[in-house]
């Protein structure tokens, strides 16, 4: 059996459980958030409550196994995209990170697009990959230092643009986990890409939204999720470059 073969057996096994794992996450990690929220609001604010149990892992996955159609595409989208990594990066440890670091993006943006949520589960732990993989030298992307200025740039652009809009609105008008995935992004991509992501996101949500007001004036909703505009401008910059 050549090693094409066996790459693009691997590739397809991989993508298959990784899209899997995707449909499972995408139902899984949102009631998680939601009932840590409702106890904190509940003791901040002197009332009882009564916690909820979140569904379990395997009951998840047995709702996201259920829904037949969407899980397929998940399934499929995973294979092809470790196909696509795998024939134009070849196998090899960096071919692998991206591909984690596309698969956290992706995840996430579904999480965000159905319930404005960006969990830390997801987030975080991509922030600190792209920081600990500039340590070793066969697997870094841009090295630490820039690896550093692209998550504090990330995460600072758009807390500053966040204590504008307050001060001007007297709300907030960015959540926490839209600044977190920037600053991963940046961790990964550096403090030049920052930028020019979070222009392309802005530019293409101001679009997507400016169509859906003409097509649909009176459903468009006034907050709309920003996180997967920030996760596609993140790999079509990752793309291009």
Known sequence: MNAELVTSMWAIGLG????????VLVVWLPQNILNEEAQWLAEIQGS?????????????????????????????GGVALALALSWGMGASWRTALWGMW?????????IDNNTQLLPDALTQPLLW???LIQTVQSLSTIGLENALWGAVTGYMILWIMDQLYKRWR????????DMKLLAAVGAWLGPQATPNVLLIAALASL?????????KPQ???AEFAFGPWIALAAIGYWLWH
Do not use: F, K, N, Y
């Open 170 to 177: 007297g709300i907030s008008g960015v959540g926490q986990g």
């Open 102 to 110: 596309l698969w956290a993006l992706l995840t996430s943006a579904a």
């Open 16 to 23: 298959a459980v990784a899209g899997w794992l995707s449909c």
């Open 207 to 215: 679009v997507s939204q400016g169509l859906m007001r003409l097509m």
């Open 129 to 131: 990959l792209g920081l």
């Open 219 to 221: 459903s468009t909703p």
């Open 48 to 76: 009882d409550w009564q916690a909820t149990q979140p569904h379990g892992l395997r009951a998840c996955a047995a709702h996201a196994m259920a829904q037949r159609g969407r899980c397929l595409l998940w399934v499929l």
